[in-house]
């Protein structure tokens, strides 16, 4: 049977633009579940129906041929990815599948997801360990310091890219300073400021200590007007392939898969207020954060550890 002409292309964008040399893609498919109960998230112990998890899989695929297809279809451009599900990603195949396939492609730099580490590793042998990267997060009340810290320890046994976070709530501190001192000395902890809190200096000191880039996401950044990297050559593309300039800005650009996010491409200030999140603000060039992270940006990884 052939394909009626009329019908847009999965992954054939439309042909002319040119794509930047580098397009990095923040990717938020329908999954909304997760196998934790943390109090201060929305998404705990949330359930997907079997249709949204059929949909969810599905639209990873379409999104994963979507890249796969640039090495033909945009060849003078490199691309990176980070998953960045509601809830947890890497205990369904497919993320795991994406991530194996996605860091094979030699016109992929970096294949990354934020994940809270609850699965198992082992699949991380098939994956290419020089484009792969894990943004972990530890979550004390959810699971033990042993447990994670075994994980940690595969991972870095395994040569996977990783950095392990924590949520700075009071509560926490000692679970990540006892992380922190068990960590191997090269993987970087950072310290996300706890969603509403303020945090006085002397409560901000010893998150700070444990993280010396604490101070970026201790107070929102006023980014109204600045020159954000968003929608020039960074990109949040959802499970339907529409696409925006970062996931906090609410104004669509297009859609990936027929290509009319091409037209939309180009820099512009940042419309809102302030910032607040590590993958929105990194982001902003008023800030030094590309020199930080250089290298890894995406799974928050900084260039010069401190300890
Ligand atoms: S692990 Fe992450 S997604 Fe899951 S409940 Fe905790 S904060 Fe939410
Ligand atoms: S500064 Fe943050 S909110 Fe503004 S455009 Fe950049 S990523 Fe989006």
């Not at 964008?13 to 923040?26: D, E, I, Q, S, V």
Request: aromatic share 10%; proline share 8%.
């Amino acid at each position: 049977m052939s394909t009626p002409v009329d019908l847009p292309d999965p992954v054939r964008g439309r042909p002319g633009a040119p794509l930047p040399p580098h397009l990095t893609l923040l990717y938020r498919g329908p999954l909304a579940s997760c196998d934790y109960d943390c109090p201060y998230c929305p998404f705990a112990k949330r359930r997907d129906s079997p249709g949204t998890l059929r949909a969810d899989r599905a639209a990873l695929e379409r999104f994963t041929e979507w890249v796969a297809a640039r090495a033909e279809e945009a060849p003078g451009t490199r691309f990176s990815v980070l998953f960045t599900p509601w809830g947890e990603g890497l205990v369904r195949s497919w993320y795991r599948r994406a991530m194996v396939r996605l860091s094979h492609l030699p016109h992929v730099e970096r294949v990354a997801i934020q994940t809270n580490l609850s699965g198992r590793t082992a699949w991380l042998a098939d994956c290419d360990r020089g484009s792969v990267a894990l943004w972990t997060t530890y979550h004390p009340g959810e699971v033990s310091h042993e447990r994670f810290l075994g994980k940690a320890r595969e991972l870095a046994a395994m040569g996977v890219r990783f950095s392990v976070g924590v949520v700075g709530q009071p509560e926490h501190l000692e679970a990540a300073r006892r992380m922190r001192a068990d960590l191997p000395g090269e993987v970087y902890l950072w310290v996300n400021a706890a969603e509403g809190l303020t945090y006085t200096d002397a409560e901000a000191a010893p998150w700070q200590e444990l993280d010396p880039y604490f101070h970026y996401s201790r107070t929102p950044h006023a980014s109204r007007g600045l020159p954000c990297r968003t929608g020039e050559s960074v990109l949040s593309v959802n499970g339907d392939g529409d696409v925006r300039r970062c996931h906090f800005v609410d104004v669509p650009l297009g859609n990936l898969y027929d290509g009319s996010f091409e037209a939309g491409l180009g820099p512009a200030p940042c419309p809102l207020t302030s910032c607040d999140c590590h993958i929105g603000y990194v982001h902003l060039e008023t800030l030094d954060l590309y020199d930080v992270f250089r290298g890894g940006v995406l799974e928050r990884i900084p260039a010069v550890t401190h300890r």
